[in-house]
């Protein structure tokens, strides 16, 4: 685990001078608006220390060397799918209302709706410009990659919010829903350094096929944490996603698995009123009894071992492929 | 005029395959959504004809023209920029807080927040999806004439939302606003067929200029309109732009070059509370005897001859240079 968070921290560094040059191209309002959302200063410009996991990236970056490239032939995809993440988190903090992101502020919550649009925006076009600014065919293939991998995440997004307004949910759509969310972009994110590395068709595959088990496995663990994760360590408050009712893969799971209890949880979220406290508790076990909590992360499980699957078979240098899973352990067994 | 109406239809027309089959890409929501955006469809989904002026995509295919190519070489680009411009008027409509569009209701007013970012998010990742679809190097040469045009869009709308928290703008300043905001998507818009062709470079930026010009001519009569437009024609609520106080380019050239009626102008701009029927109607008097409305015609007939002139000196067929110039010579006297 020390190994993986290392290499994380490594990964971090290693994109932070090209990322800071690609927001340098954006005018110094929306860049100063990037610098805070992105944890690298508080909201006086002054240097912080506060951002993501940036998973993203250190795959990006394996991905190159999983194609027999140096690192750094990954780091514009790198940048490019930091940007791509970071433009999905300031749009869909402000859809859901979310007034805090890791322990501190969002966005809109301090700068406003439109800065959180805009950002997000200029975040968004960014990224195709630092891939297709690559010399040679790498960075076309790549920035064909991303879009593709855009338009399904914002089909995710998409489905997320109807589902919202939907008691009908399948878990099926929902593992949809997820596959576009988050799938999307951590396929993207595992493919890209070895499509800029002009790697054969056969290794692409392989790793997108491991970064969208890894995506699912992502969300499986992140819908967990949303409902028992321990709020100093997530930086969201207890059973967040349950007092927003939101429908979650161990929540439709129950709804759709779950017998008698699953009926409970289902006329539950139909409530209209704001939950309070304990009624939020009770439902919390009751999804836990009903199966729901270890079918996710049982789920997260045989999709790492699919994705494991999927590296072992493919032609990839050991040390990237040990690094990937390690990668990929992480995700699974992570508390925040 | 009737000749430019005729073509613009011709344009509308032209691209509506490709645009329809571009939009097919997207989810089920999200493409009814567009539709209805675009005017193609009312909210219960039964066709309709409320579409804008499609000023974007007829300058794309004329600019595949001007470089000797036929008109169907910008396609892609004429659907991408009119899918960019789209994407920009769904998150404007929102940020302003503008509930109707071209007599409609906006689609954050009837579909909610989340449809217009989504909505806008997916018609901007759709835009570069079509570019790098296109087979050779002009379409990556496009794309990436695209994706710099969206930033500089992207820049001059972060600075049109601080404008309305200064009360020391200038008119360089508001102008580098309008030229970023209307002039960068008008701009690649009559160069972005001209790439598709793999037109010399001279000849892209003539037209690349000629379109900042016409730009910011379309901005300057847009602002005109936007005060002192007739309702019924414009679909916006007569003096629209006044009541929101909007630092539009007549009223910042009265306020920086109108001496004692500037003055009384830029106190009524920080006045709190919302200015009555007859305050903005002397405003708008006050706007036209400081010369704020000639100021603002005058200036678009000089882009409008600066762009003439660019047309003029580069190596274009006839035929296309004079159906851009006849475009450009509607966009200054256009009524809507």
């Known amino acids: ?27 110094p309002a929306t860049r100063s608006i990037s610098h805070y959302h992105l944890g690298w200063t508080d909201l006086d410009g002054n240097p912080a220390s506060a951002g993501g996991k940036a998973v993203r990236p250190a795959l990006a970056l394996l991905s190159a060397e999983a194609a027999g490239a140096p690192p750094e032939t990954g780091l514009p995809g790198a940048v490019a799918v930091e940007l791509v993440h970071n433009f999905s988190l300031l749009h869909d903090d402000l859809m859901d209302g979310d007034t805090e992101r890791r322990h501190r502020p969002t966005v809109w919550a301090v700068k406003g709706a439109a800065s959180a649009i805009l950002t997000g925006d200029a975040m968004l076009s960014l990224a195709q410009e630092v891939l297709l600014d690559v010399d040679g065919p790498g960075g076309v293939a790549a920035a064909r990659l991303l879009t593709e991998a855009t338009g399904e995440l914002i089909r995710g997004q998409v489905l997320d919010v109807q589902f919202e307004s939907r008691d009908d949910v399948s878990l099926d759509e929902c593992l949809d829903m997820a596959a576009g969310k988050t799938g999307a972009l951590l396929s993207a994110s595992s493919a890209i350094g070895a499509v800029l590395a002009g790697a054969p068709q056969r290794t692409v595959d392989a790793l997108a096929g491991f970064g969208a088990d890894i995506g699912l496995a992502f969300q499986l663990v992140d819908d967990v944490l949303g409902i028992w994760g321990e709020p100093s360590v997530t930086g969201k408050s207890v059973y967040s996603d349950l007092r927003a009712r939101k429908k979650s893969l161990p929540v439709t799971y129950t709804v759709t698995h779950g017998g008698a209890l699953g009926r409970e949880l289902s006329e539950w979220l139909a409530r209209p009123e704001t939950p309070g406290e304990e009624s939020v508790r009770g439902v919390a076990e009751k999804i836990d009894q009903a199966g729901g909590r270890k079918w996710a992360l049982d789920e997260a499980y045989r999709r790492m071992a699919a994705g494991r699957l999927k590296l072992e078979e493919a032609d990839i240098p050991g040390r990237a492929r040990e690094e990937l899973l390690s990668l990929a352990q992480f995700i699974v067994t992570r508390e925040a």
């Open 1 to 27: 685990m020390t190994a993986v968070l290392d290499s994380l921290a490594q990964g971090r560094q290693a994109i932070m001078p090209a990322m800071r040059a690609a927001l340098d191209r954006l005018d």
